[in-house]
């Protein structure tokens, strides 16, 4: 018996308005997101790696349904919640989870360490108030390294990174099946950013759960991610097991965003060959035809003008949109 | 026509109690020298910046301390800072949407400081600035020069704020995480741009930053703070392959890189000290595996050679050597 994936996404397309219409004129959108199709496995890690624009977080916020999807389907362990609403989305916002970017923005100043993490508890009604939820939140904090007198503290005594292994102790509270974290671990310091991942990574293995890690770092996100997805403008434009987009990336995009990634060593640093994309990023209100990447890429066709490459299978478990490659 | 800070010492009065910032900073740097200033937040590395631009102002105090250019004081109230500040030393932000008037076009932001600084005429300024523009890479200056802000992209805005820094031909520029909130493959260019100013006019450049590969690529020699001090300084290259103090050992082995195979990432347990507790002992001991009694004094900063080192043990290796798997 093979589980159905955790979180499959097919053709998900996310439209904002920019600007709305009038008797004479129709309203114009955004496409944030493109026609993004991919699949998560129970325990597995898929890392969203892009840039600023690319759309990584509105994919996010989709396959948690905080925003409406305008095509596509979005499938959770099997289960069709594209359009799902009231109770049943009630009950499926217990089973997946988030933890943001910022923990200074995202616990409430006002609430004491305890009650952040009770609250998911007490919304979904599991218990009726945060004493009976005691012994578990201890557990959680436990479980995420915070010391033991954390509980009654509130969260401005705590360091960013102690910050979030608190997000992180709130969003495990309902024992989920899926956890979207984006940029979880960017606003931290370096020798932090390691604890944070290394304890989602422990949790993962403990729990059994599976990860949408949004983030723009590749570096970081190679050490979690079982896999990782390239976005640019909207679109993937190569997914591939973590080792294979390092060794044998396919798309222009992807060569060059690994490229440009700085490494810690000044006698590599200095000699190494950077691909420079070309011209200005992509405005995503007016996108080109084709290939989203055809006017910053050096290896552009006329039917990379003209046609959307689609994604096609390399080698096992690696895709790929281009033309070209 | 060096910068020098000898033993500076800042601190800011809060409601919270007194945050001593700066505890002892010295450094220098010569002509066309590039430094880097590296630190999580909270090391000083700002404050440092600041206090070099004249820039501190109430709750911080200068306490103790010299800066000093060409051997005279930039912190009398001679008005000699002021004849420098902004001429023969220079800054650029981190974040350059919020330090662009997003109401004045990028010319007029650029001719209001060689109007002020320079005393040129409006003609002679807007040409200068149409040079500059094209100087830093922007394509198409003539048009460029009349757009707002908000019509540059987030590394054309970077490229803007260089032009403006670069404009009274500084001798020193100090950059204050330039490329923190930009995309790699922006901040590779803009990383590029700052070698080529450097190398074409002979800048000495302060590059302060929390990101080692940063400083790789760009830097000469790396100063190193923790907790309001310089830990260790020393050429790029010998501190990437000796470094001396156990925190420079720890981060370099917390930085994931992507030329290395995807083990468990290594992390430095535990958190900075606050900025609040006066401590006399080496700020980093309760991290340091190889604390020992004598560490409970503070270490002075040694000056052998080229290296420059505050540890009670320098160079012992303060963690096993990195294990695979």
Redesign the interface.
Known sequence: MTLPPTLSVENLTVSYPVRAGTFWRPPTFLTAVDEVTFAIAPGETLGLVG??GSGKTTVGRAVMRRVNTSAGRIFFRGEEITQMEGEPLRKLRARMQLVLQDPYTSLNPRMRIADIVAEPLLVHGRVKNTSEARDHVRALLDLVGMPADAHLRYPHSF????RQRVGIARALALEPDLIVADEPVSAL???????V??LL?DIQQRMGLSYLFIA?????V??ISHRIAIMYAGRIVEIAP??RV?AAPVHPYTK???????????????TRK?L??LG??VDLANPPPGCRFQTRCAFATDQCRVTSPPLLERSKGHVAACWNF | MTLTVRDLHVAFETRGGRVNALRGVNLSVAPGETLGIVG??GSGKSVTAQAIMGLIDLPGRIEAGSITWNGKSLLEGDGYGTSVWGREISMIFQDPMTSLNPLMTIGAQICEVLTQHLGMTAEQARERAVDLLAAVGISGPRRRVDQYPHEF??G?RQRAMIAMSIACNPKVLIADEPTTAL???V???I??LLAELQSGLGLAIILIT????????LCQRVAVMYSGRIVESQS??AI?ERPQHPYTQ???R??????EP?T??????G??PSLMQADDGCAFRKRCPIAADACKEMPPLVTEGAVQIACHFPGRPAWQARQAG
């Open positions: 840039e600023s360091s960013g990174g102690q310091d370096v020798s932090v950013q390691a604890q991942v290394n990574q723009h770092d590749l570096s970081v190679r050490h973590r080792e390092f060059t965003l690994l490229s440009a990634v700085p490494i810690p060593d000044p006698k590599i640093q200095r950077r420079i994309p200005e990023p | 999580e937040s992209s987030g054309m995309d790699v493959t901040q590779a260019q990383l590029d929390h990101d080692l590969g940063t400083v790789a690529g790029v290259d990437f720890g981060l370099l917390s930085t994931p890189r992507l030329d995807a468990r990432l290594l992390s430095i347990e958190t900075p």
